[in-house]
C-alpha cells in the first residue's frame, strides 16, 4: 500500500509539471493525506487511557488493554460508527480500579460523551481536564474516592444530562453555577460531605427528573424555587441539617414519586399542599421537628404505597382520609404524640404489610378489622395506652411475623388461636395479660415479662428449633422448665426470672453455643450447677440467683472467657470458689454471696482486671484476703462481710482507687491495724470495717476520704483519738462503739485528756463505793421524788447518750450544737425561714465551719407523741444512704425546741422552681427530675429491710440543688407523728396527692406513694398541680399538648420520645385500682431505660 501511494505520488507530480494540472494533486492530497491524521488520533487517544491504566494499582480487569489491538476492542470502550472513529464512552463499572483519577488526562478524548467509573476506589479530586469535554452527556463516579470540591467550571459542560458523584468525599458547597446547566435531568450529589445551603438557582433546572443530595451537611431552608421543577420524579433532601418548614410549593411538583426529606430538624405543620401530589409512591418525613396534625389532604394520595411520618412530633389522631391510600404497603407512624384511636378502617388497605404505631399516645381498643390484613407482617403498636383485649381477630393474619404490643394496658388472655401460626415474635412486655400460654412452636422470638401470666411454660416453644429469645420475666409462672429447651441450640437471650419456676436445673438446660445472656433469678429451681454452662462459649451474663441450687460450683465455668457477670447469690452452694474462674478474663460482675462457700479466696482472683463488682458476702470464706486483689484496680464495689477471713487487712485494698460504692469488710477476723493506704480511695462512700478484732488508731488518712458518707468501725479493739475531720466530727456515735479506747471528737466519746489509762485498785474500790452509796440515797428518796425522776427519765429517753457535734444524732441537754443552730437562726428568727409544711418550719443555718444545713423545727407538744419511738426512728433513718435522698444527719430535743437536721438543697423545693424558674426547666431536666425521684422511691420501697413507705411524696418535698439533682425528703418522718392529730403529715399525705383508696381505707402502702408519684410527674410535666384534671388525663387520653408545660417550646425529638414515655408511666400510676399499679422498682427500671 505504501508503494502505491509513492508510485500515485510520482505520477501526480509527472502530470503537475507537465500540464500544470492543480486539480490532480488537491485529488492526491485528499486520498493519500487525509485518512492519516484519523489513523493517529484513535492511536493517541488510546495511549492516553494506557498511561492512565500504569497509574492504577490494581489493572487486573483492563487485561484487554495493549498496543496490539484497537482500543475500540478494549473492554469498556465505546468508539463511533462513523467511518473515522474515536473514542466516545468509557464505562468501567465496578472493576476494582485502585488508583488516581487526576492522571487521565481528558483533553485527550474530546468526543467523549458518557464517563461511568462507578463503584471503584478513585482517588483525588476532579480533573480540570474534564471540563474540556463539551460533547459530555453523562458523568458518574459514585463510590469511590474522589476528594475536594466541585469546581464552578463544572457549568462548561454544557451537554450533560447526568451528573452522579454519591458516595465520595467531595466537600465545600454547592456551586451557584449548577443553575447555569439546564440540560440536566440527573443531579445525584449524596453521600458527600457537602455543606452550606442549597442553592435557589437549582431551581432553575427545568428539565431535572430527579435530584437527591442526602446524606450530605447541608444547613438552611429548603429553596422555595425546587417549586418550580416541574418534571421532578424524584426529591431526595433526607440525612442533612435543614431547618424551617416543609415549603407548601413542593405541591407544585405534580409529576413527584418518591418525596424524601427525612432525619433533618425541620419544624411546623406538613403542608396541606403536599396531598397535590397525586402521583406520589412514596413520602418520608421521618425523623423531624414536624408538629401539628397530620393533613387529611393525605388521603388524596390515592398512589401511596409507603408513608412514613416517624419521629416527629405529630400531634391529633390519625385521620381517617388513610383509608383511602388502597395500595399503601408501609404505614410508619411511631414516635410521636399521635392520640385517639386507631381507626377500624386501617382493616380495609389490604395491601399492607408493615404498620409500625408505636410510642404514641393512642388509647381505646385494637381493631378487630385489622385482622383483615392478610398480607401483613409486621404490626408494632407498642409504647402506647392501648386497652382490652388482644383480637382473636389477629389470628387470621397469616402472613404475620412479628407482633409487639408491649408497653401497653391490655388485658384478658393471649387467643389461643395464635398457636401453630407463622408468627416468628411475639411481644407483650409490660402489659395485664393473665391467664396462660397457647402452645406457640414457630417462635424466633417470645417476650411476655412484666405481666400476671400464670400456668406452665408452654412445653413446644422451641419445637421448631428457631428460638432466640425467651423473656418470661416478672409473671407468675409455675411448674417445670421446658423440656424442649434443654436442645434449643438457638437460644441466645433467656429470662425466666420472677416466677415460681420448679425442677431440677441440671436436668432441663443443655449447652448453647449461640446463648449471650440468661437469667433464671427468683425462682424455686433445684439441683446442681451444670459444667455444660462452661461449653456456652458465647455466654456473657449467667445469674440464676435466689433459687435452691446445691452442691459445688463447676470449675468448666471457667472456659466462657466471655462472660462479663456471673450471680449465683442466695443458693445452697458449697464447696471452694474454683481457681478456673479466675480465668474469666472479661469478668465485669461476680456475686456468690449468701451460699456456703468455704476455703480461702484464690489468689489468682488478682486475674479479673474487668472486675467491677465482687460480693462474696453470707459465707465461710476464712484465711487472708490475697494481696493479688489489688490487681483488680477497675473495682468499684466489694463486699466480703460475714465470712471467717483472718488475718490482717491487705493494703493492697488502698490500690482500688477506682472504688466508690461499698467497701464492706465487716462480720470477720480480721485483726491488726487498719491500713492508713485506705485513705487513698477519695471516692468510696461507704466503708464497714465493723465486728472484727481490729486494734490501734483510726488511720488520720481517712480524713482524705473526701466521698466517704457512712463509715463503721464499730464492735472492734480500736483506741485513741478519732481523726478530727469533717466526716468524724458529724459522725453518729453507732458507727464507733463496741470500741474501749476511742475518744475526742465523736460525740459521745470522752475527751481523750480526761480518758485515764489505767485505773489502780483503789481508784476502783474508790468508784465502786461511791456507786454503791449513790444507789443507797437514790433508794432512800426514791418514795419522795418519783414525780421529778419520772418527768427527768421522759427527757433523757427522748434524747440517748448519741453525741452532740453539729451532724449527729444530738441529745437533749444542749451544749455547742443545740447553740450553734439557735445562734445561726437567731432563735429561729423568720428572716432565715426558708418553708413551711404541715409538719414544721424549716431554716437555713450556717454553721461556725461553714457548713450549710437545713433545720426543721417540728411544732408538735410533747404531750402527744412518744419521743422514744421517735428517736428511735430518727435514729434509724440516718442510716439511709442515697444519692436522690436528703440526708437527715440527726435530731434535737430540748424542752424549748425540737428539730431535724437535714442537708441543704439550694434550689428549695420543686413546687417553687416549676413556679418560678419554669424556663429554666428544661425538658430534659424535667425528665431528669423525674427519674431522680422514681429511683429514690425505689430505694425506699425495694431495697431496705423493712421497706419505708413515704407517705407524702409532693413536689414540696422534693428539693433540688444546685445542679439540678433531686432528692427527696422527709421520708419516714410523717409515719412516727400521731395519726390522731388533725393536722400532721402522719397518714393521709397532703391534699391533691393522696391516693384515692385512702378516702375509704387506712391502710397506707407503697401503691399510695405510687400514686402520689403519679400525680407528681404530671405536675413537672405541666409545670402547675394537675388538680381535679387527673381523672380526666387518665380516662379521656387527653392529647400530648394538653400535658406539657405551654411555657416551654414542645420537646425536640431527642427528648421527645423520653416525654412520651414519662407520660405513660404517669398515668398508669394514676391508675384508680393500686393492684394495677406499677412498682416503684419496675417505674424506676422502665425510666433508666430511656436514653
Known amino acids: 500500500m505504501k508503494r502505491s501511494v509513492t508510485e500515485l505520488a510520482s505520477r501526480a507530480m509527472e502530470s503537475f509539471f507537465s500540464q500544470k494540472a492543480l486539480p490532480g494533486l488537491l485529488l492526491l492530497l485528499v486520498f493519500s493525506v487525509s485518512p492519516k491524521p484519523a489513523s493517529t488520533s484513535l492511536a493517541s487517544q488510546g495511549r492516553v487511557l494506557l498511561q492512565w491504566k500504569a497509574s492504577l494499582r490494581s489493572q487486573q480487569s483492563l487485561r484487554s488493554w495493549n498496543l496490539s489491538t484497537s482500543p475500540c476492542s478494549w473492554s469498556g470502550i465505546t468508539c463511533s460508527l462513523r467511518r473515522h472513529r474515536v473514542i466516545t464512552e468509557v464505562n468501567l463499572p465496578s472493576m476494582g480500579l485502585d488508583g488516581p483519577l487526576h492522571t487521565l488526562n481528558f483533553s485527550g478524548l474530546p468526543s467523549l460523551t458518557g464517563l461511568t467509573l462507578m463503584f ?33 467550571r463544572i457549568s462548561s459542560l454544557t451537554k450533560l444530562r447526568s451528573l452522579n458523584l454519591s458516595g465520595n468525599k467531595i466537600s465545600g458547597s454547592i456551586p451557584l453555577s449548577l443553575g447555569n446547566m439546564t440540560s440536566l435531568d440527573f443531579l445525584i450529589l449524596s453521600g458527600n460531605g457537602f455543606s452550606g445551603s442549597i442553592p435557589e438557582e437549582i431551581g432553575d433546572l427545568q428539565n431535572l427528573q430527579e435530584l437527591d443530595l442526602s446524606a450530605n451537611f447541608l444547613t438552611g431552608s429548603i429553596p422555595q424555587s425546587l417549586g418550580n421543577l416541574s418534571r421532578l420524579s424524584l426529591l431526595d433532601l433526607s440525612l442533612n441539617h435543614l431547618y424551617g ?43 423531624n421537628h414536624l408538629s401539628g396534625p397530620i393533613p387529611h389532604e393525605v388521603g388524596n394520595l390515592v398512589r401511596m404505597t409507603n408513608l412514613v411520618l416517624a419521629h416527629n412530633s405529630l400531634l391529633g389522631s390519625i385521620p381517617l382520609s388513610l383509608r383511602n391510600l388502597s395500595k399503601l404497603s408501609t ?39 385489622l385482622g383483615n390484613l392478610a398480607r401483613l407482617r409486621n404490626l408494632i403498636l407498642s409504647y402506647n395506652e392501648l386497652s382490652g383485649p388482644i383480637p382473636s381477630t389477629l389470628a387470621n393474619m397469616t402472613s404475620l411475623i412479628l407482633l409487639d404490643l408491649s408497653n401497653n394496658q391490655i388485658s384478658g388472655c393471649i387467643p389461643p388461636s395464635f398457636a401453630n401460626r407463622s408468627l416468628e415474635e411475639l411481644s407483650v412486655i409490660n402489659n395485664s395479660l393473665s391467664g396462660s400460654v397457647p402452645n406457640l412452636t414457630k417462635l424466633v422470638s417470645l417476650k411476655l415479662a412484666y405481666n400476671d401470666l400464670s400456668g406452665h411454660l408452654p412445653p413446644d416453644v422451641c419445637r421448631g428449633g428457631k428460638l432466640q429469645h425467651f423473656t418470661v420475666a416478672y409473671n407468675k409462672f409455675h411448674g417445670p422448665i421446658p423440656e424442649s429447651l434443654r436442645n434449643c441450640s438457638s437460644l441466645v437471650r433467656v429470662r425466666l426470672d420472677r416466677n415460681n419456676l420448679t425442677g431440677d436445673l441440671f436436668d432441663h438446660f443443655g449447652v448453647y453455643p449461640n446463648m449471650r445472656y440468661i437469667d433464671l433469678s427468683y425462682n424455686r429451681l433445684s439441683g446442681m450447677l451444670s459444667p455444660e454452662w462452661g461449653s456456652c462459649s458465647n455466654l456473657t451474663s449467667l445469674r440464676i440467683s435466689n433459687n435452691r441450687l446445691n452442691g459445688t460450683i463447676p470449675s468448666e465455668i471457667g472456659q466462657s472467657t466471655r ?12 464447696g471452694e470458689l474454683p481457681k478456673n474462674l479466675c480465668n474469666l478474663i472479661s469478668l465485669i460482675e461476680l456475686n456468690i454471696s449468701s451460699n ?25 470464706f476464712s484465711g487472708v484476703i490475697p494481696e493479688e486483689i489489688g490487681g483488680c484496680k477497675l473495682l468499684i464495689s466489694v463486699d466480703m462481710s460475714n465470712n471467717s477471713f483472718s488475718g490482717s487487712i491487705p493494703y493492697e485494698f488502698g490500690q482500688l482507687v477506682d472504688l466508690q460504692e461499698l467497701l464492706d469488710l465487716s462480720q470477720n477476723s480480721f485483726s491488726g491495724h487498719i491500713p492508713s493506704q485506705l485513705g487513698q480511695l477519695t471516692l468510696l462512700q461507704i466503708l464497714n470495717l465493723s465486728h472484727n478484732n481490729l486494734a490501734g488508731r483510726i488511720p488520720p488518712s481517712l480524713i482524705n476520704m473526701a466521698s466517704l458518707s457512712a463509715l463503721d468501725v464499730s464492735h472492734n479493739e480500736l483506741e485513741g483519738p478519732v481523726p478530727d475531720g469533717q466526716l468524724f466530727r458529724r459522725a453518729p456515735m453507732s458507727w464507733f ?23 489502780t485498785p483503789n481508784v476502783i474500790l474508790l468508784t465502786g463505793m461511791a456507786v454503791l452509796g449513790a444507789l443507797l440515797l437514790f433508794f432512800l428518796f426514791v418514795g419522795f421524788a418519783a414525780r421529778l425522776m419520772k418527768r427527768r427519765k421522759q427527757i433523757a429517753n427522748a434524747s440517748s447518750q448519741t453525741g452532740g457535734s453539729a451532724f449527729s444524732i444530738w441529745n437533749f441537754d444542749g451544749g455547742d450544737a443545740y447553740d450553734e443552730i439557735i445562734k445561726a437562726t437567731e432563735n429561729f428568727d423568720d428572716e432565715y425561714c426558708i418553708g413551711k ?78 413556679q418560678e424558674d419554669a424556663t429554666e426547666l428544661d425538658w430534659v431536666k424535667r425528665v431528669s427530675i423525674i427519674k431522680h425521684v422514681a429511683c429514690a422511691l425505689s430505694y425506699l420501697h425495694h431495697d431496705l429491710i423493712p421497706p419505708i413507705v413515704h407517705r407524702d411524696v409532693t413536689s414540696n418535698n422534693i428539693l433540688l440543688d444546685s445542679d439540678f439533682k433531686a432528692c427527696l425528703s422527709d421520708f419516714g418522718i410523717a409515719r412516727t407523728l400521731n395519726p390522731a392529730a388533725s393536722n400532721w403529715c402522719s397518714l393521709a399525705g397532703t391534699r391533691g396527692y393522696m391516693a384515692p383508696e385512702l378516702a375509704y381505707s387506712m391502710r397506707v402502702t407503697e401503691k399510695c406513694d405510687v400514686y402520689s408519684f403519679g400525680v407528681v410527674t404530671l405536675e413537672v410535666l405541666l409545670g402547675r398541680h394537675p388538680g381535679d384534671l387527673i381523672s380526666s388525663y387518665h380516662d379521656e387520653g387527653n392529647a400530648m399538648r394538653e400535658m406539657l408545660d405551654p411555657r416551654l417550646p414542645l420537646p425536640p425529638p431527642e427528648v421527645s420520645g423520653a416525654v412520651s414515655t414519662v407520660v405513660k408511666i404517669s398515668l ?19 425510666l433508666c431505660a430511656i436514653k
Open 737 to 759: 462503739t463496741g470500741n474501749r479506747g476511742l475518744c475526742d471528737v465523736v460525740a459521745g466519746l470522752p475527751s481523750c485528756s480526761s480518758s485515764p489509762a489505767r485505773e
Open 120 to 152: 471503584n476506589r478513585l482517588s483525588g479530586e476532579i480533573p480540570p481536564s474534564i471540563f474540556t469535554l463539551s460533547e459530555l452527556i453523562s458523568f458518574d463516579v459514585q463510590g469511590n474516592d474522589i476528594t475536594g470540591t466541585i469546581p464552578a
Open 563 to 574: 462472660l462479663g457477670a456471673l450471680d449465683l447469690s442466695s443458693n445452697h452452694l458449697v
Open 837 to 914: 409544711g404541715a409538719c414544721g418550719s424549716v431554716y437555713r443555718a450556717t454553721l461556725s465551719t461553714g457548713e450549710v444545713v437545713a433545720v426543721k423545727k417540728l411544732q408538735q407538744p410533747d404531750t402527744e407523741i412518744s419521743w422514744q419511738h421517735f428517736q428511735n426512728e430518727v435514729q434509724a433513718l440516718t442510716q439511709v444512704r442515697h444519692r436522690n435522698i436528703v440526708k437527715l444527719f440527726g435530731f434535737c430535743s430540748t424542752p424549748r425546741h425540737k428539730f431535724l437536721v437535714c442537708e441543704y438543697m439550694g434550689r428549695g423545693n420543686l413546687a417553687d422552681s416549676l
Open 1068 to 1086: 398508669r400510676c394514676l391508675h384508680s385500682n393500686p393492684v394495677c399499679r406499677p412498682t416503684m422498682q419496675h417505674v424506676s427500671n422502665e
Open 596 to 620: 456456703q462457700i468455704s476455703g480461702e479466696l484464690p489468689s489468682e482472683i488478682g486475674k479479673l482486671l474487668k472486675l467491677k463488682r465482687l460480693d462474696v458476702s453470707g459465707n465461710n
Open 331 to 369: 404505614l410508619y407512624l411511631f414516635n410521636n404524640h399521635i392520640s385517639g384511636t386507631i381507626p377500624d378502617e386501617l382493616g380495609n388497605l389490604v395491601e399492607l404489610r408493615d404498620i409500625d404505631l408505636s410510642h404514641n399516645l393512642l388509647t381505646g381498643f385494637i381493631p378487630s378489622t
Open 245 to 287: 418548614s416543609v415549603p407548601p410549593t413542593l405541591g407544585n411538583l405534580q409529576k413527584l414519586l418518591v418525596l424524601s426529606i427525612s432525619d433533618n430538624t425541620l419544624t411546623a405543620s406538613i403542608p396541606a399542599s403536599l396531598g397535590n401530589l397525586t402521583r406520589l409512591i412514596k413520602l418520608n418525613l421521618w425523623g
